[in-house]
Structure formats: structure tokens, C-alpha cells
């Protein structure tokens, strides 16, 4: 009897082991992560954004698999915030400045969403290949995050006349805040992998 509940210890210990850290990243995965994180303007939220993708960011090639993270967080937050803007356009009693305001802002989210899909397709690319290839790619990639930052920043700036304070101009701009510190994030990684590429630093 004895051995049967020193067993039955032993299993249950396992267990609550198992269902406390068995779905846990690893302590070197998100100890990357918040290094990593510390070279972007807004490491606390880089941080929260970039905590669930740590079980698969691991190995030679993390840089790439975290940058890869980041523009997928700033492309799924583009997208939803285009979804909201464009429907903003369709309030009821909307004042024809913001209207306005809220078509221009459509237009350059959609061509954000438009880069920062491009830039996922080139860290594709990348994985598969290498040398001037590679470094195409990568700059391309560069290019397309700071591309979508920009027009994330002309939407912002749409709204900045006194005369379109209200509520429509409040609901955009706080998203559009948020939105523009993961993208900054995003650029951020993907220029440190750049870097980190080129001097042969493959972890942390």
C-alpha cells in the first residue's frame, strides 16, 4: 500500500507538472524574445505581442522566425484596422470632412496591408535562399515594413486638424496608434536581423 501511494504522489506531482509548464515556452525562448524586444521604441507591448509565438521561435534561424512574428502580428493588426476604419465610413450622420478624412485613410491602409504582405512573402523567400539572393530579399522586406509604416503614419496625419476632433477622429487615431507601434516594432526586428545576419549572429 505503501508503494502504491508513494506511486500515486509521483504521478500526480507529474501531472500538475506537466499541466503548469507543459504549455509554457521555454525560459530561453522568451528570454530571446525580451532581449530582442529591447532594441524596439515600444519593448513592453513587443513583448506581449511576441510571448505566444515563443515555442516556435528556436534555433540557428530565430532572428528570421521573430522578425517573420512581428510583421505577422503588424499584418493581422492592419488588416483589422482597416476593417474598422472602413467601417466608420458607413456612420450614420459622419460629417463630410471626416468622411473624407476616413476614404484617405482607407486608401493608405490598404496599401499598408498591401506591404506588409509583401514583406512576409520575401522572409519566405529567404529561407530558401542565400548570398545576393538572400540579401535581396531582405531588403525588400526593409523596404516594405517602413513602406507600410508610412502610410500608417499619413492616415494618423489625416486627422490632426482641430476640425475633425470628435469621436470618429478619437476611435481612429487610438487604433491607429496602436498599430503603428507594432509595425515600428516589426521594423525594428526585421532591421536587427539584418544586421545580426550580416555579422554571423545566429542567438542571442
Known amino acids: 500500500m505503501e508503494r502504491v501511494g508513494l506511486y500515486l504522489l509521483v504521478l500526480i506531482a507529474t501531472l500538475l507538472y506537466t499541466t503548469?509548464?507543459?504549455?509554457?515556452?521555454?525560459?530561453?525562448?522568451?528570454?530571446?524574445?525580451?532581449?530582442?524586444?529591447?532594441?524596439?521604441l515600444h519593448?513592453?507591448?513587443?513583448?506581449t505581442c511576441l510571448s505566444s509565438y515563443a515555442g516556435s521561435i528556436k534555433g540557428n534561424n530565430a532572428d528570421h522566425l521573430l522578425a517573420k512574428a512581428a510583421i505577422s502580428?503588424?499584418?493581422?493588426?492592419?488588416?483589422?484596422?482597416?476593417?474598422?476604419?472602413?467601417k466608420l465610413?458607413?456612420?450614420?450622420?459622419?460629417?463630410?470632412?471626416?468622411?473624407?478624412?476616413?476614404?484617405?485613410?482607407?486608401?493608405t491602409m490598404s496599401n499598408s496591408?498591401?506591404?506588409?504582405?509583401?514583406?512576409?512573402?520575401?522572409?519566405?523567400?529567404?529561407?530558401?535562399t542565400k548570398g545576393q539572393d538572400f540579401e535581396w530579399h531582405m531588403s525588400n522586406a526593409e523596404t516594405w515594413v517602413g513602406s507600410a509604416l508610412t502610410n500608417q503614419n499619413i492616415c494618423s496625419r489625416?486627422?490632426?486638424?482641430?476640425?475633425?476632433?470628435?469621436?470618429?477622429?478619437?476611435?481612429?487615431?487610438?487604433?491607429?496608434?496602436?498599430?503603428?507601434?507594432v509595425t515600428s516594432n516589426a521594423l525594428a526586428l526585421v532591421n536587427r536581423f539584418a544586421v545580426r545576419h550580416r555579422k554571423g549572429i545566429h542567438k542571442p
Do not use: H, W
Open 20 to 40: 503548469v509548464n507543459g504549455g509554457a515556452a521555454s525560459p530561453t525562448a522568451m528570454d530571446f524574445i525580451k532581449a530582442s524586444c529591447k532594441t524596439t
Open 89 to 107: 465610413g458607413r456612420v450614420s450622420g459622419i460629417k463630410p470632412r471626416e468622411y473624407q478624412a476616413v476614404k484617405d485613410c482607407i486608401s
Open 158 to 181: 489625416g486627422f490632426t486638424d482641430s476640425s475633425l476632433n470628435g469621436r470618429v477622429k478619437d476611435a481612429v487615431i487610438k487604433r491607429m496608434v496602436y498599430v503603428s507601434q
Open 43 to 47: 519593448a513592453s507591448l513587443c513583448v
Open 73 to 86: 502580428v503588424s499584418l493581422s493588426n492592419a488588416k483589422s484596422a482597416s476593417i474598422f476604419i472602413s
Open 113 to 128: 496591408v498591401s506591404s506588409l504582405s509583401q514583406s512576409v512573402q520575401e522572409l519566405e523567400k529567404m529561407a530558401r
